[in-house]
């Protein structure tokens, strides 16, 4: 099975390193990601600006465009067939709740999905201003795709659906479960701070700060909240979906365990 791997956090970021050392256990892996950071870029494709790409490790390449570019850059020129699945992520904070119109690691395995590929996002949800990576639990849901991913899964992925997981930033041992969650509603407070730069000039940073979220017991805020893996499955197009009994069935049946 050939699972082609991107993010947003960048190439060399933890969360994918540890993803790829994981899947490629079982796997035949490959892996294209940005070469810097493209947090909260959305679904962002380089249409005005050529495309750089650079060879990092054994099957694993960076690329100077965007999430989505990578996605496209992978199985459109890099990998000599198409991949069965696409994964991206493990992304350094959530993706819950609206989060996931502004997230790279979301448009990098919706791109996929646009050209007929199964996807699936992942997150650890931590804290995202923390200074270092260090301590945080990335293998945690590294481990859980690694052994969440089966053939049978990727077969059962209805179509134009794509799937969001996100995993508590807590060791394996120490989550309840996993749950099948309806998006909810993150609350920022929209802030934006006005500075001068040293010639007098005024300029704006936006970056709300977190207040908390909406939404009731079915939420991935609320699940991820309780100490469990969320996982929602995003109709992208509104058709009806295919197979999503079987699907909601796999989940639920499946034991972290």
Not at 141 to 164: D, Q, R, S, V, Y
């Amino acid at each position: 099975m050939k699972i082609l791997i991107s993010n947003d956090d960048g190439v060399y970021a933890p969360g994918i390193e540890s993803l790829n050392q994981f899947l490629k256990k079982k796997f035949d892996t490959f892996v294209v990601a940005p070469l810097e950071e493209r947090s909260t870029t959305g679904h962002t494709l380089s249409l005005d600006n050529p495309l750089r790409v650079v060879e990092v490790g054994e099957k694993v390449y960076g690329c100077s465009g965007y999430p989505a570019d990578c996605t496209l850059m992978g199985f459109g020129k890099l990998m000599d067939d198409k991949p069965d699945l696409i994964v991206s992520g493990i992304n350094r904070g959530a993706n819950l709740g609206q989060d996931i119109y502004y997230s790279g690691t979301v448009a990098a395995a919706r791109e996929g999905i646009f050209h007929g590929i199964p996807a699936i996002a992942v997150s650890l949800v931590c804290d995202f201003h923390r200074q270092s990576s260090e301590g945080m639990n990335f293998d945690t849901a590294a481990e859980f795709l690694m052994n969440f991913i089966t053939p049978e899964l990727k077969a059962i992925i209805p179509p134009l659906h794509l799937i969001n997981i996100n995993v508590p930033d807590e060791p394996l041992e120490k989550i309840k479960g996993i749950k099948i969650c309806d998006l909810g509603i993150r609350r920022y407070s929209e802030e934006i701070t006005q500075r001068q730069d040293f010639r007098g000039r005024d300029y704006y940073w936006i970056g709300g700060v977190y207040q908390g979220f909406e939404g009731d017991e079915n939420t991935d805020c609320q699940a991820v909240d309780e100490g469990y893996i969320s996982i929602s499955i995003l109709n992208l197009l509104g058709k009806k979906a295919e197979k999503i009994e079987e699907w909601k069935k796999y989940c639920e049946e499946f034991s972290l365990s």
